[in-house]
């Protein structure tokens, strides 16, 4: 699931372009939600290539089977297909949930330069439960991690989608 | 990459099932060498059905371009859909190299109940860095890591291919 949707100002502010590029992650996990999947989703952005999205992905885990279908594996995986590269260095992930442990570490492997999430998720959250791989020095690569952009949203989203999933039990 | 082979005996003690389940998953790193890529080989076993071989698979992130394409990635992805199910509960993973954070972490998205490990990676090896996520209580699953057995043919096989590679440079 790819796009080639570009930002129309290239000097817009990282926060705005952070806000916008969270948007479209949104939709990606609204997408989740109408398959009845936990609904997260993520987008990859190329910095040099002036913040073009390269991949997004919906989570899709039960539909596929598939314990590595989260959203931030899937479009680090559709990223590297697309670009032929396993190194996704110079681009930047949008994630509407706080990456788990698996999807932390997928994130130094494919070297990204960094990650933004949405809602915290202090049960299944790596940075909630003090996996910081991010900033060990020790590994290979460090990159950035910023958390809470749009939160309300997700966790609004995230808390609808269990709720109903409770009602309909 | 699957195979139908079980085990003839199935009252063969554990130690002498693991030497040989990793002398399979030794085979798949030789495939992964003659490939030029670091060889790493995994394989998946089904304890509740007489140890048989669910899939196994070698290491190919260069030749696929995927920063996930680690052996016990595909593996784990591999058994998923053979048995339709992203749980692979009742069931242990044999790999030749210590595993990352990563794949570490996949091993507990899967819920497999265990993983035996051959050589020991002392700089990317998520036990070696003490990220010892397989024990964590917070976690929604612990499972058993053993590390260790064959060791030294999975050491020797790493050190050749890296020593191949720096005098062909």
Known sequence: MTSSLTLSSSSMPLLTKSLFFMECALKKAHIAYNKG???VGAVIVDINNNFKIISSSSNCKESSA???GHAEILAIRNASSIIGDWRLTGMIIYVTLEPCLMCL???????LDGVF?????????ALSLNYNLYKDKRLNHNFFVVGGIRSFESAKLLSDFFRAKRQNK
């Open 105 to 111: 570490a997928a994130i130094k492997e494919a070297r």
């Open 117 to 125: 999430f949405a809602a915290y998720d202090s049960k299944g959250g």
């Open 66 to 68: 598939d314990p590595c």
């Open 37 to 39: 999947e936990v609904p």
